[in-house]
T-cell receptor
Framework: GAVVSQHPSRVICKSGTSVKIECRSLDFQATTMFWYRQFPKQSLMLMATSNEGSKATYEQGVEKDKFLINHASLTLSTLTVTSAHPEDSSFYIC????????????FGPGTRLTVL | GQNIDQPTEMTATEGAIVQINCTYQ??????LFWYQQHAGEAPTFLSY??LDGLEEKGRFSSFLSRSKGYSYLLLKELQMKDSASYLC??????????WGAGTKLIIKP
């Protein structure tokens, strides 16, 4: 099956710093990538939808200037959490869609962000 | 609005069968997915239904009734490793996934 990698898997940073998370589709071209956030014991919350070569579409309540998304190629999307604060601590998961008929999303392994 | 409902938690016994229900109301329908998520890990794909009926895949089966806005995931011969959250998600008219809150399944020996 399709493989999506995510890096780093875990990051601890100080409040006020910026953190970049990479999401790569390893064996397929992903025209669309999604960024989710998941707080403990809660379901996935879609943050934004990223299409290659265009600006990301952010969900209501997600600050686009705080969560910068770049989808520069068909295999790479990045999420930068700028000026991170403790309330940004969460599990960030990316997924990629390869445009197949069932529109299945393939998930990366996730990034655990802890802001001190 | 769009809504996906599934039970918060279920408990079952090792070796038994369990059915996890999901009802949905969405703007458009382009298929329903079931994902399994172990604690601290990303979701993994289990099944996809776009037509009415039952899809069987090993110990797991998924059923869909579009007219009723209803699906279920059936797990047979339960194993301890099946303890996880099971997420129901519907692809809407824009092919965006609308997620349920997930059902935490607890398997007891």
């Amino acid at each position: 099956g399709a493989v999506v990698s995510q890096h780093p898997s875990r990051v601890i940073c100080k409040s006020g710093t910026s953190v970049k998370i990479e999401c790569r589709s390893l064996d397929f071209q992903a025209t669309t990538m999604f960024w989710y956030r998941q707080f403990p014991k809660q379901s996935l919350m879609l943050m934004a939808t990223s299409n290659e070569g265009s600006k990301a579409t952010y969900e209501q309540g997600v600050e686009k200037d705080k969560f910068l998304i770049n989808h520069a190629s068909l295999t790479l999307s990045t999420l930068t959490v700028t000026s991170a604060h403790p309330e940004d601590s969460s599990f960030y998961i990316c997924s990629a869609r390869d445009g197949r008929e069932n529109n299945e999303q393939f998930f990366g392994p996730g990034t655990r962000l802890t802001v001190l | 609005g769009q809504n996906i409902d599934q039970p918060t938690e279920m408990t079952a016994t090792e070796g038994a069968i369990v059915q996890i229900n999901c009802t949905y109301q969405t703007s458009g329908f382009n298929g329903l997915f079931w994902y399994q998520q172990h604690a601290g890990e990303a979701p993994t794909f289990l099944s996809y239904n776009v037509l009415d009926g039952l899809e069987e895949k090993g110990r797991f089966s998924s059923f869909l009734s579009r007219s009723k806005g209803y699906s279920y995931l059936l797990l047979k011969e339960l194993q301890m490793k099946d303890s996880a959250s099971y997420l129901c998600a519907v692809s809407d008219s824009n092919y965006q996934l609308i997620w349920g809150a997930g059902t935490k399944l607890i398997i007891k020996p």
